[in-house]
T-cell receptor, first 113, second 111 residues
Framework: NAGVTQTPKFRILKIGQSMTLQCTQD?????MYWYRQDPGMGLKLIYY???????DKGEVPNGYNVSRSTTEDFPLRLELAAPSQTSVYFC????????????FGPGTRLTVT | RKEVEQDPGPFNVPEGATVAFNCTYS??????FFWYRQDCRKEPKLLMS???SGNEDGRFTAQLNRASQYISLLIRDSKLSDSATYLC????????????FGSGTRLLVRP
């Protein structure tokens, strides 16, 4: 199993551009999550999904959108990128609720200038 | 007050030392507690869950004190490979799907 994979690893965006961060898991996990981690800070939940076709907002959803058309994929869309979205983005999945182990992808380092 | 608070460190200890980290959480209704480990520029990985009775995994011991709302992690016989940031994680009670991550405590183990 590859676990949770994310692409791209790094990206530089100009202000106002848009992009999609890809996340795929091959563990047949129902739950998937997107977090952002700013330097010296804890992870903040952006969006989560409890299964294909079901998504909901986390703590910091503004400026982002998600979709979950399959169990495996959970892409994160950034519209009109802003410098405040410069961060490291982690995708994670868990078999059951967050009370079970979450498996993280390697992250995407995004810089908006 | 932050929902999960940790001393950022760094804790700089020699190999073989015993080191302990504490973490406090604000919501007394929280039910699930974890320690995750994060290496520099890498993703977090689960180190251990924390159970009410306390639990041990090799050189690592986790304790939960519900009355005082803190969690501890004890590392015995520190290895160079233990150098990392340790994240205290608590479930959010407004939504069962939310985990609250502390900012982490950085540990440096020197030869």
């Amino acid at each position: 199993n590859a676990g949770v994979t994310q692409t791209p690893k790094f990206r530089i965006l100009k202000i106002g551009q848009s992009m999609t961060l890809q996340c795929t898991q091959d563990m047949n996990h129902n739950y998937m999550y997107w977090y952002r981690q700013d330097p010296g800070m804890g992870l903040k939940l952006i969006y989560y999904s409890v299964g294909a076709g079901i998504t909901d907002k986390g703590e910091v959803p503004n400026g982002y959108n998600v979709s979950r058309s399959t169990t495996e994929d959970f892409p994160l869309r950034l519209e009109l990128a802003a410098p405040s979205q410069t961060s490291v983005y982690f995708c994670a999945s868990s078999l059951l609720t967050p009370s079970y182990e979450q498996y993280f992808g390697p992250g995407t380092r995004l810089t908006v200038t | 007050r932050k929902e999960v608070e940790q001393d950022p460190g760094p804790f700089n200890v020699p190999e073989g030392a015993t080191v302990a980290f504490n973490c406090t959480y604000s919501n007394s209704a929280s039910q699930s507690f974890f320690w995750y480990r994060q290496d520099c520029r890498k993703e977090p990985k689960l180190l251990m869950s924390v159970y009410s009775s306390g639990n041990e995994d090799g050189r690592f011991t986790a304790q939960l004190n519900r009355a005082s709302q803190y969690i501890s992690l004890l590392i015995r016989d520190s290895k160079l490979s233990d150098s990392a940031t340790y994240l205290c994680v608590v479930n959010g009670v407004d939504s069962s799907y939310k985990l609250i991550f502390g900012s982490g405590t950085r540990l440096l183990v020197r030869p």
